[in-house]
Nanobody, 128 residues
Framework: QVQLVESGGGLVQAGGSLRLSCACS????????MGWFRQTPGKEREFVAA????????YYADSVKGRFTISRDNAKNTVYLQMNSLKPEDTSVYYC?????????????????????WGQGTQVTVSS
């Protein structure tokens, strides 16, 4: 069983930065691909970023490319999402998720239904 706990959300002005962290329980963190999704009220949850098990492959939604960076520290069982140049439209609940998948196939890593474990979410609010 894997448990994910996000932290780092909050209120920030447009143009500012936040770093989200997701701590993962369990001794097999390095065997999981990790992702970040977000959801605003009335909308479907959408893909933000993903990283394969080794950290060698990174994928981003077009809406965040160039502004967000996903990374992982397998020694600390933690995945991060550095968010820079934040915009009001980035306001959302951000979810960390894990997929016991050793590949690097982008369509799978961007597909919500393939992820097995989810955190409780952390709110990010960007004011204009």
């Amino acid at each position: 069983q894997v448990q994910l706990v996000e932290s780092g959300g909050g209120l920030v002005q447009a143009g500012g930065s936040l770093r989200l962290s997701c701590a993962c329980s369990g001794r097999t963190f390095s065997s999981y691909a990790m992702g970040w999704f977000r959801q605003t009220p009335g909308k479907e949850r959408e893909f933000v970023a993903a990283i394969n098990w080794s950290g060698g492959r990174l994928y981003y939604a077009d809406s965040v490319k160039g502004r967000f960076t996903i990374s992982r520290d397998n020694a600390k069982n933690t995945v991060y999402l550095q968010m820079n140049s934040l915009k009001p439209e980035d306001t959302s609940v951000y979810y960390c998720t894990a997929d016991h998948y050793s590949g690097s196939y982008y369509p799978r890593l961007a597909r919500e239904s393939d992820y097995e474990y989810w955190g409780q979410g952390t709110q990010v609010t960007v004011s204009s």
